[in-house]
């Protein structure tokens, strides 16, 4: 995760295919139940343990100030 400053628009977060939507929370700082409201929002009913498409995280990431970014060859998401 790459932070420029706080409160920055810029933040970028890598984020997989595939992602678990309590690992996006993590990543981006907020807790998982934020992150199914916002999925909520967006007619996707998914629960923290469940995973959702880059697509749909990339949306979720921009509402909260993040870039989201696929991640580079040889750079391990955890």
């Not at 706080?6 to 984020?15: E, L, N, Q, R, S």
């Not at 959702?52 to 580079?72: C, L, M, Q, V």
């Amino acid at each position: 995760l790459e932070h420029s400053s706080p409160g920055d628009p810029g933040k970028t977060v890598y984020v997989l295919d595939q992602m678990v939507v309590r690992d996006l929370a993590s990543a981006i700082g907020v807790k998982p139940f934020k992150i199914v409201a916002d999925l909520l929002a967006l007619e996707r009913f998914k629960n923290p343990d469940e995973a959702i498409d880059f697509e749909t995280a990339s949306i979720i990431a921009r509402k909260h100030g993040y870039r989201a970014k696929k991640p580079p060859p040889g750079v391990l998401v955890l």
